[in-house]
């Protein structure tokens, strides 16, 4: 299996902020990579596929890079409604794996 | 537009099977390429993928839980049916169904089901 490591785990950040979230892969995935949204209580919102390519709808503060195992997620000029929890995955191949995901709060 | 909602019981005991269908429209999984699949998150934690049939009938499982689960579809409901043998309450959980094209990553995701295991 691959693993998919995040990090950081729980991200501190204001309005206005320009976040970074890191997702590893164990080996590599070229461009397999999706990132996901998650609020409470909801199902995960697609934000990313094929590492930079951002899903219909998607604001544009939000942008995707990476190849091979190292992926970032940044998040521009962060709005309120960003406060979430942020997945990564991998579907280079089966079994499809999912990061530890990343909170990002408040500071 | 397509939509999934998962059903099944909110309530299994411990060693008991669950049952859990997703019931989709907008789509046909009779379409080349198309699949439904399976991710679990127990309270608090991360996603994990469980299980994806394909069109074709095509069947992939996570490797730690393969023994226990078996996923099949019926067609002619738009319905696919995952079921998991020997519950424990480590399997308590939100259950979702997803929609998978020919790339793997989820657009459309079921709204949820909460499982809960405890005798």
């Known amino acids: 299996d691959i693993q998919m490591t995040q990090s950081p785990s729980t991200l501190s950040a204001s309005v206005g902020d320009r976040v970074t979230i890191t997702c590893r892969a164990s080996?590599?995935?070229?461009?397999?990579l999706a990132w996901y949204q998650q609020k409470p209580g909801k199902a995960p919102k697609l934000l990313m596929f094929?590492?930079?390519s951002l899903d219909r709808g998607v604001p544009s503060r939000f942008s995707g890079s990476g190849f091979g195992t190292e992926f970032t997620l940044t998040i521009s000029g962060l709005q309120p409604e960003d406060f979430a929890t942020y997945y990564c995955?991998?579907?280079?191949?089966?079994?499809?794996?999912f990061g530890g995901g990343t909170k990002v709060e408040t500071k | 537009q397509i939509t999934l909602k998962e059903s099944g019981p909110a309530l299994v005991k411990p060693t008991q099977t669950l049952t859990l269908t997703c019931t989709f429209s907008?789509?046909?999984?009779?379409?080349?390429?198309?699949?439904v699949g399976w991710i679990r998150q127990p309270p608090g934690k991360a996603l994990e993928w469980l299980a994806v049939?394909?069109?074709?009938?095509?069947?992939r499982y996570s490797p730690s839980l393969k023994s226990r689960l078996t996923i099949t579809k019926d067609t002619s409901k738009d319905q696919v049916v995952l079921a998991m043998t020997n519950m424990d309450p480590v399997d308590t959980a939100t259950y979702f169904c997803?929609?998978?094209?020919?790339?793997?990553?989820?657009?459309?995701w079921g709204q949820g089901t909460l499982v809960t295991v405890s005798s």
């Open positions: 997803a929609n998978l094209g020919s790339s793997w990553y989820i657009r459309y």
């Open positions: 907008g789509f046909s999984l009779s379409t080349n390429g198309v699949g």
């Open positions: 049939i394909y069109w074709n009938d095509d069947k």
């Open positions: 080996q590599s995935i070229s461009s397999w």
């Open positions: 094929k590492a930079s």
């Open positions: 995955q991998q579907y280079n191949n089966y079994p499809l794996t």
